[in-house]
C-alpha cells in the first residue's frame, strides 16, 4: 500500500511512495488520508468507500474538479488515473452534506 491509511489518521502527513499510488478511504463524513504529499506527474488513487452510505471523492484545486469519482456505493471502490500539476488541492466528498461534516482533504503536489 502506498500510503498506510492508519498513519494517517493520526494527524500526521502522508507521502505517496514510488509507485504512485494513492489509497483513500471514505467513511461516513470522513476521507482518510486527510493531509498528503504527492509528486507531480501521473497520480493513481485507489478509493474505497467504507462506510453505510454512499460517498464520492472530488479532487479540485481553485474551486474547480480536476478528477471525481462516480458516487461509490458502501463497499465498493473505483480507481482513477490523474496527472496532477504542483498545487495545493482539496480532496472532497460532495455527496449531500459531507463536506460540512468533515469528508474533505488535502493533496499537496510538488
Excluded: F, W
Amino acid at each position: 500500500m502506498a500510503v498506510a491509511l492508519a498513519a494517517a489518521g493520526c494527524g500526521s502527513t502522508a507521502s505517496v511512495g514510488a509507485d504512485r499510488t494513492l489509497q483513500v478511504a471514505l467513511s461516513d463524513y470522513r476521507v482518510t488520508p486527510q493531509d498528503v504529499r504527492a509528486p507531480t506527474g501521473l497520480l493513481t488513487l485507489d478509493v474505497r468507500n467504507y462506510g453505510r452510505l454512499t460517498h464520492d471523492l472530488v479532487v479540485s484545486l481553485g474551486g474547480q474538479v480536476m478528477v471525481a469519482t462516480k458516487p461509490i456505493a458502501p463497499g465498493q471502490s473505483e480507481q482513477l488515473e490523474t496527472a496532477l500539476a504542483p498545487g495545493s488541492y482539496q480532496m472532497a466528498s460532495s455527496i449531500l452534506s459531507d463536506q460540512a461534516l468533515g469528508a474533505y482533504g488535502t493533496l499537496t503536489v510538488r
